[in-house]
């Protein structure tokens, strides 16, 4: 469809059953990621816990830089995680906003006939 063509209802009808499934994977897609990160950020700071607390010697900021990087795969896990969780939250809203706009512009087609 290019843009000098007509809009008809059904392209539209198509446009938004389209949306619709895209917005349900990604929703499904959202809901697992949410639980990678909540057990990446769990992972990562018993990794990090748990090294302050076996470190014996040195400062109390020495024992944390010696507990960072010892659990460093954890965090760039988690922060892996996270960072996926944003992105497909972002496009969620991307989404929703597309399915209003395809709804606003199905709406001007019905009261043009």
């Known amino acids: 469809m290019s843009l000098n ?44 816990h748990k090294a302050v607390l076996t470190s014996t010697e040195g400062t109390v900021a020495m024992k944390e830089a010696r507990a960072f990087s010892k659990s460093a795969q954890e965090y760039r896990e988690y922060k892996i995680t996270e960072a996926l969780e944003k992105a497909t939250q972002q496009k969620l809203m991307m989404l929703r906003s597309q399915i209003d706009s395809a709804r606003t512009i199905s709406a001007n087609i019905r009261n043009q006939t």
């Open 5 to 48: 063509e007509p809009l008809y209802a059904t392209d539209i009808e198509s446009r938004l059953d389209l949306l619709s499934q895209q917005l349900e994977e990604e929703t499904e897609r959202f809901a697992v990621l949410v639980v990678e990160k909540a057990e990446a950020e769990a992972e990562y700071k018993r990794a990090y």
